[in-house]
């Protein structure tokens, strides 16, 4: 009786356990990067993003393009690969520079979708 009862517990959690990780799916999240991230790795995160995406709203007269900080572009270009590859956690990592949040980083007319 007592291993049925131990069983049943360790399925409910189980349960319980995968219901959590499904609703957590269903939460909107992006991907921008780590304040802390020094230039070098965010122009290759950008490029190396860039070359995966189209990164046609950074350009020059574009809705992301201001402000016009490696930063902000970087943001923009790890966030479009992140949103095209499924919003995995694993696309979000550029060598542990990337930071996904659940707080839209959108601002103006330059939507990070």
């Known amino acids: 009786m007592a291993i049925s009862h131990t069983m049943s517990l360790i399925f409910l959690t189980l349960l319980l356990i995968g219901t959590a990780s499904e609703a957590t799916n269903d939460v909107k999240t992006w991907c921008v990067a780590k ?8 122009y290759d995160n950008m490029n190396w993003a860039c070359s995966q995406v189209d990164c046609s709203v950074l350009r020059q007269g574009c809705p992301c ?5 490696v930063m902000n572009h970087a943001s923009v270009a790890m966030n479009l690969y992140y949103q095209s590859r499924g919003r995995n956690k694993w696309n979000c990592d550029f060598k542990n520079s990337g930071l996904i949040t659940v707080t839209d980083p959108s601002y103006g007319s330059c939507s990070y979708q």
């Open 65 to 69: 393009f201001y402000p016009d900080t």
């Open 35 to 42: 304040p802390s991230t020094d230039e070098y790795a965010l």
